[in-house]
């Protein structure tokens, strides 16, 4: 179970990479629209699960990988952002969610 301190983090930290990935994105990945679905914080606040819904792109993996190469860029327009709020900036851990392409397979599979 987190602590509230850890889900008022987590919830401002995936509101903000939203935004950067919203507002600064478009430079880094073009037009690939990135979500962030749920963001969770270890206890000590030192590392982010940060996992992504990924639309508008045909090859998911090489956005993914531009992510992965672009994450100490996006660490540091985060600590920019929350810099004075939280103490440490965590590292960021990407993850692809797929929930949504698993929901879609199982209403498939129930239609047919």
Known sequence: MDSIRQQKAARLIQKELAEIFLLDG?????NAM??????RLSPDMSIAK????LFGVKDKDSLFQDIQIYTPE???LL????????RIIPE???????SL????????????
């Open 79 to 86: 600590g920019q952002r929350i810099g004075k709020q939280v």
């Open 26 to 30: 478009k430079n880094m990945f073009g």
């Open 101 to 112: 392409d698993y929901m879609e397979k199982i209403d498939k599979a129930l239609k047919s």
């Open 74 to 76: 996006l660490r540091k």
């Open 34 to 39: 990135i979500t962030v679905t749920v963001v």
């Open 50 to 53: 940060v996992y992504l819904s």
């Open 92 to 98: 960021l851990k990407f993850f692809i969610d797929d």
